[in-house]
């Protein structure tokens, strides 16, 4: 049996850094041609970042991608490395002569495409064959999908090739692989974090080597890109789905293991392999390989429980959103209280302390607790901590214009955002949203105030995750023999957003246990009012709780970015119009 050791590079790129990403591109190539490597791979759209969005419809940008993959092509080859078939995923653009075997594509439309560099050339492209237009992708929009089942052989090995997608639908280059006989399926990907995803993934990749009738490689993309995060992980299995090996979580690192797998038959099979898709087979020329001293067999990394994994990718999110958007520290308003507190956290983990800002901002309500639990979280984690008195702005503002009620309530709120917004200006960091799920859901945050911002790592985690998280977190850092980084008090203390006296979040909400579990029956699983109270919640509450839901719209669309951690993020997984009169309650 021919023996094949693969590179499965878990890495990072830049949406549009096409320089960087081939530069990181060259970089692990290296490494991995240096440990023996024989076939080494990178994650879908690796050159251009994913996901390019509009950017896919901008000629230039395809035009600058298929050059910068060409200009790799030749770089390998001038730093010596071109032996070594590279497979990496670009932005690409149909061919005028594609057009003809794939009759109905227009000539030029966008496709997002993957390529087998070998010896300085572009040996083989292909292009995504399942598009997907659900939740955060809207793919449709974009692309053409490719109508080929592409097959490299490698060192005697037929080695077909498959994007992300065309794993998560029935049909398509699975079957088309045990078709052409291939003897292993390598499927680059970039998909992003959910929680639980990695068991549904692993199910997934378990059944789909088993349809394909061969090993299956599965390297993930790791990183961050706006609001998604991608957390690696990337699976080999063998073709009746046990486990060979496994990436971890949250990191870049390269794969490496060798796999003997059924030689190819001499012919390679041609023709149309199933579902139309055509076999677009390239035999490449192999160099002579030098015996090789070390073994790679493969391992399994360990896994993460939930609320370390979620933790994770809360971090991997806010520190890919600010170090890729060229900044250095972040700056948030320090309440004392739960949120913000947990932000703070998140933020010293992504980017150190020494580069986390925190505001406290009292103002005539302000209780003693909310500056003394700021303090303590300053001298916990070592953050940069300082004051500014909001009570003179506040009665200069009230000496001016006569409010009352709320709108004197929130003026506090939006004097707090006004000076965040001051203080990042003149200082560069950029301010954090402390917003959480819950409060975006019913609305519980003010305009122009609390919710002012670039990025809210919190705001896909509800409120009792919030508590969960910094338990977590606190009781992680004891394990290791260090200080918990949040005050107890800001965990058992009640929430209060301290704008009148004595005010608490159960004035206007209900419990937080019972106001979440309603909204995730109405907000991430889009049951109708009916079905939610048949599933056990009081009718008058699930009332009251859709109306918030529904009227606060406009709030949300306003709110910053932030890290998608549930198959429903506010935003791109769910869109609902502002202007709509259709209530489920009456
Ligand atoms: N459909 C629509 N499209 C566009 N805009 C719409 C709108 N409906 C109202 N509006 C506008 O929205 C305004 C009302 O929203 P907004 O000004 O935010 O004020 P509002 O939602 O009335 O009050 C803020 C709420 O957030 C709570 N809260 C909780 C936690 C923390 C904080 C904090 O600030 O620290 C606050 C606070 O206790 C209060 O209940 C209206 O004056 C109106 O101009
Ligand atoms: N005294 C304050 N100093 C600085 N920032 C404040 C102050 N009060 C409120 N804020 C800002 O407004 C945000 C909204 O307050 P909110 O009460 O919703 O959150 P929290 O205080 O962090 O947590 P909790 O809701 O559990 O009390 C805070 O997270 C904080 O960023
Ligand atoms: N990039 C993709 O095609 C991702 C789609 C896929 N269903 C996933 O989330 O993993």
Redesign the pocket.
């Known amino acids: 049996m021919p023996q094949l050791r693969i590179a499965l590079n878990q890495t990072d790129s830049c949406v549009g850094d096409l320089a960087g990403n081939a530069d990181a591109v060259l970089r692990w190539t290296r490494q991995a041609a240096e440990r023996g490597a024989h076939l080494v791979a990178f994650p879908e759209m690796m050159l251009t970042g994913y996901p390019v969005e509009d950017l896919a419809l901008r000629p230039s940008f395809v035009s600058a991608s298929r050059a910068a993959l060409r200009g790799l092509a030749a770089r390998l080859e001038r730093e010596g490395l071109g032996d070594v078939p590279v497979v990496v995923g670009y932005l690409d653009r149909s061919e005028a002569e594609e057009v003809r075997e794939n009759a109905g594509q227009p000539a030029g439309a966008p496709r997002n495409a993957a390529a087998v560099l070998h010896r300085g050339e572009v040996a083989l492209t292909f292009a995504k064959h399942h598009l997907p237009n659900y939740g955060v992708f809207d793919e449709f929009r974009y692309f053409v999908p490719g109508e080929t089942l592409p097959v490299v052989r490698v060192r005697g090995v037929d080695v077909a090739l498959a994007i992300c997608e065309d794993l998560w639908q029935d049909g398509g280059r699975v079957p088309a692989a045990r078709a052409a006989g291939a003897g292993l399926l390598l499927a680059i990907n970039a998909s992003p974090y959910e929680v639980n995803k990695d068991d549904t993934r692993l199910e997934l990749v378990r059944k789909r080597a088993q349809e394909a009738g061969c090993v299956l490689a599965y390297l993930a993309m790791m990183g961050g890109q706006d609001e998604l995060v991608f957390d690696g992980d990337s699976i080999v299995v063998d073709r009746d789905g046990s486990v060979i090996a496994r990436a971890g979580q949250f990191a870049e690192e390269c794969l490496l293991l060798d796999l003997d797998l059924p030689a190819a038959e001499e012919r390679p099979r041609s023709g149309v392999a199933g579902d139309g898709l055509r076999i677009d087979h390239v035999t490449l020329g192999a160099a002579p390989v030098e015996p090789y001293p070390v073994e790679y067999p493969g391992a399994v990394a360990p896994r993460m429980e939930d609320p370390e994994e979620i933790y994770q990718a809360l971090v991997t999110g806010l520190r890919a959103y600010v170090v890729k958007n060229g900044f250095r520290s972040v700056l948030i308003g320090l309440?004392g209280g739960i949120d913000s507190s947990l932000v703070a956290a998140l933020a010293c983990d992504a980017i150190g302390p020494a580069n986390v800002h925190g505001l406290s901002m009292p103002s005539h309500y302000s209780s003693e607790h909310s500056r003394s639990d700021a303090a303590e979280l300053a001298r916990r984690t070592g953050l940069n901590l300082r004051t500014v008195e909001v009570a003179p702005m506040f009665d200069a503002y009230m000496s001016a214009v006569e409010l009352t009620g709320?709108a004197e309530?929130?003026l506090?709120?939006r004097l707090?955002g006004t000076l965040l917004m001051a203080v990042s200006n003149q200082e560069g960091h950029i301010v954090l949203a402390p917003g959480n799920k819950s409060?975006l859901a019913v609305?519980?945050?003010?305009?122009?105030?609390?919710?002012v911002g670039a990025y809210g790592p919190i705001k896909d985690l509800y409120k009792t995750g919030v508590y969960r998280l910094a338990r977590w977190r606190n009781e992680a850092a004891a394990r290791r023999g260090e200080t918990p980084p949040i005050p107890e008090n800001s965990i058992s203390k009640p929430p209060s957003?301290?704008?009148r006296p004595g005010?608490l979040?159960t004035d206007?909400l209900p419990d937080y246990d019972e106001l979440d579990r309603v909204l995730e029956l109405y907000v991430d699983r889009d049951l109708g009012r009916e079905e939610i109270i048949a599933a056990g919640h009081p009718e008058a509450l699930v009332t009251r709780i859709l109306r918030m839901v529904d009227?606060a719209?406009?709030?949300r669309r306003q709110y910053p970015p932030g890290t998608k951690i549930s198959p429903k993020v506010f935003g791109k997984d769910r869109r609902l119009p502002?202007?709509n009169r259709w209530r489920e309650h009456a």
């Open positions: 309440s709320l309530e929130n506090q709120s707090r409060e609305g519980y945050s003010t305009l122009y105030g609390d919710s957003a301290e704008l005010q979040d206007s009227t719209e406009y709030k502002i202007t």
